[in-house]
């Protein structure tokens, strides 16, 4: 099974799917996506979709974390910009601005909000680093929440009970079930990933590596650390406030609670087992991230059954089962299950040959 | 493509212009004085070899070249251009490239990658362009490959290596990528921090070879801090010789191997 990797022009050399194996794979999947959005069960399209919301926010901090090195605990307050952004500005322009065209006005101010307050809360990244950064990001998660909780607010936000959402409208689609919704989060998902991609091949994502890598000498090429640092948690940000958007769409409501620290944490955590700074590590480390309570929850309902009791052991169960994952991917596999494919993949691609 | 014209090598090398210039540079660290008082040039398309015993500041000199050591006192002038307080990045914009001591290449991409990062500051493609690539990005990406490909892997003849990643490469393929990366920002100026520190023979003939080719192929004025004599000697044509922060002699090769103060400090007074 040996590929063959001759290419007779530097465009065809330069192309993200350099062979046909990966072409078939794409292809395949975005089939599979079309039939699953139009055939799949009510259960695993639910699953699916929360899969797709947080995929998206994954191939942000991926931008920030995997690529430019910066590391935030405080994406959260992103994902909560974008849904709360998102509903606040359809209930002010109801009846100002067509239903129809409303989520294509809204969502960009919420994805332009969210980029906007990432910035700023990139600032503190031109002087720290590492742990120092994570810290600092932490406090922007409190700060959102806080702000959303906050009285003076609630009358737009709704405060601690949350607010009930808008049903997006694309020009006159209501797309008022679950299964409309995957279909809407799957199209923005793909495309999400593939503009990460594309980022990542130009300048612009060479110079994200650069200063990750070493950043004095991403200086001396001509690289400004101040803007490729503020636009990377600019990207980061929104890509997290696109996933919000999304995110307020698909539930019927919106709860503070939903945006803290845990879900922050659960971001990045979602990155290192799929594995940093690889196109396709936020796609693994997601399934991962949503499929281990599942498999914990349908496994214990099989083994204690369905009781109070059982219940109440099952959710600490699931924490655990989460942290550990986390530990022993951290300790035998850094760079996540990206990392394992493509070791499979390299062996394969050798195959009847040396492993390796 | 946005950059100036470059002027051909004939031009350069005749024209005689002090491309780069640095006046009375002092710069200190607490109490101990990396530079006290440098003063040379170098001229348009010439070596100029920069030596001196350990810590005599070679490398402190062009850290305050490239932007990442602020002098005391005294001025860095490029083309006439004062540049003492621009950034680092600013002054690899106006053209002045170099290469680390320690090999500061990107470990996590490969050796086109890395290359493709000399071209940076030429490119302008957006935020937007890029998350589409379709277009204007892949327009100068594909541009900026064929660039590199037929200027700097084909002329440092590292083609076979291209895809790896630079981890798998050996010490002297290193250092070679590395100024490939430098090449790749078609500089004026380039400044080489021991090239050839480590190397083996033939590898340091490579080296050579190299920097020389570059300086006659596009004409660039480099800045050589080395410790191989015999290379310095060699392809150097004017030598500054530091020691303890101090210039203790300028000149040809041959004025410098002979001046007292010269082999004072390389092997001490004559008992």
Not at chain 2, 64 to 77: E, L, N, Q, T
Not at chain 2, 218 to 232: P, S
Not at chain 2, 244 to 255: D, L, M, R
Request: glycine residues 10%; hydrophobic residues 50%.
């Amino acid at each position: 099974m040996i590929n063959a990797n001759l290419k007779s022009s530097y465009a065809a050399d330069e192309r993200v799917l350099n062979n046909r194996y990966k072409q078939a794979f794409v292809y395949a999947t975005i089939l599979g996506l079309a039939l699953f959005t139009l055939f799949g069960n009510d259960y695993l399209i639910l699953i699916a979709s929360q899969m797709g919301i947080l995929l998206i926010a994954v191939v942000g901090i991926n931008i920030l974390t995997g690529y430019t090195g910066l590391v935030s605990l405080g994406h959260g307050a992103f994902v909560a910009i974008g849904a709360y952004a998102v509903t606040i500005f359809g209930n002010l322009g109801a009846g100002v601005i067509p239903a129809g065209l409303m989520p294509f006005i809204s969502v960009p101010l919420a994805v332009a909000l969210a980029a906007a307050v990432g910035v700023l809360v990139g600032l503190p990244s031109l002087r720290v680093k590492g742990l120092y950064l994570a810290v600092a990001t932490l406090a922007a998660n409190f700060i959102v929440i806080f702000l959303i909780e906050e009285d003076l607010f609630a009358p737009w936000t709704g405060g601690m009970v949350g607010i009930n959402t808008n049903v997006p409208n694309l020009l006159g689609w209501e797309l008022d079930t679950k299964r409309e919704m995957f279909g809407l989060i799957a199209v923005v998902g793909l495309v999400s990933l593939l503009a990460a991609q594309n980022l990542i091949r130009t300048r612009i994502g060479r110079a994200f590596i650069a200063i990750r890598d070493r950043d004095y000498s991403a200086e001396i090429l001509g690289i400004s650390l101040l803007r490729y640092k503020l636009m990377s948690f600019a990207l980061s940000a929104a890509y997290c406030g696109l996933a919000g958007a999304l995110f307020a769409y698909f539930y019927a409501r919106i709860l503070p609670e939903q945006f803290e620290l845990a879900l922050s944490l659960n971001l990045v955590a979602a990155l290192i087992i799929g594995g940093m700074g690889r196109t396709m590590g936020p796609v693994f480390g997601v399934i991962i991230v949503v499929m281990v309570p599942e498999v914990i929850k349908v496994l214990f309902g099989a083994l204690a059954g369905d009781s109070a009791g059982a219940g109440q052991l099952r959710a600490p169960l699931q924490q655990i089962a989460f942290g550990v994952l986390l530990v022993l991917f951290l300790l035998k596999e850094p760079l996540g299950i990206n990392q394992i494919v493509d070791r499979i993949l390299r062996a394969a691609n050798r195959w009847p040959f040396a492993r390796g | 493509m946005s950059s100036a014209p470059r002027a051909g090598p004939k031009q350069l090398l005749h024209g005689g212009g002090r491309l780069l210039k640095i006046e009375d540079l002092h710069l200190s660290f607490g109490g101990i004085k990396a530079l006290q008082g440098v003063n040379f040039e170098a001229n348009a398309g010439e070596i100029t070899g920069v030596i001196g015993p350990n810590g005599a500041g070679k490398t402190s000199l062009f850290n305050a070249i490239s932007g990442f050591y602020k002098p005391d006192r005294g001025r860095v002038s490029f083309e006439g251009q004062d540049i003492t307080t621009l950034s680092p990045d600013k002054r690899a914009a106006l053209g002045l490239a170099r290469t680390f001591q320690n090999i500061a290449l990107f470990r996590g991409m490969t050796v086109l990658d890395n290359i493709k990062l000399g071209g940076h500051t030429r490119l302008n493609t957006n935020v937007w362009q890029a998350l589409r690539y379709f277009g204007a990005a892949q327009k100068a990406e594909l541009e900026l490959r064929r660039e590199i490909e037929e200027q700097v892997i084909d002329f440092l003849e590292i083609d076979h290596i291209r895809k790896y990643p630079i981890t798998m490469l050996p010490y002297g393929l290193q250092k070679r990528v590395e100024l490939g990366r430098a090449l790749a920002m078609r500089p004026r100026v380039l400044l080489l921090d021991e090239p050839v520190a480590g190397m083996n023979r033939e590898e340091t003939a490579d080296m050579a070879r190299f920097i020389l080719d570059v300086q006659e192929q596009f004409g660039t004025t480099i800045l050589l801090v080395e410790h191989d004599m015999h290379m310095v000697m060699d392809i150097c044509s004017r030598i500054v010789v530091l020691n303890f922060g101090q210039q203790i002699a300028s000149g040809t090769p041959e004025e410098v191997s002979k001046n007292p103060a010269v082999i004072e400090a390389y092997l001490g007074a004559a008992a």
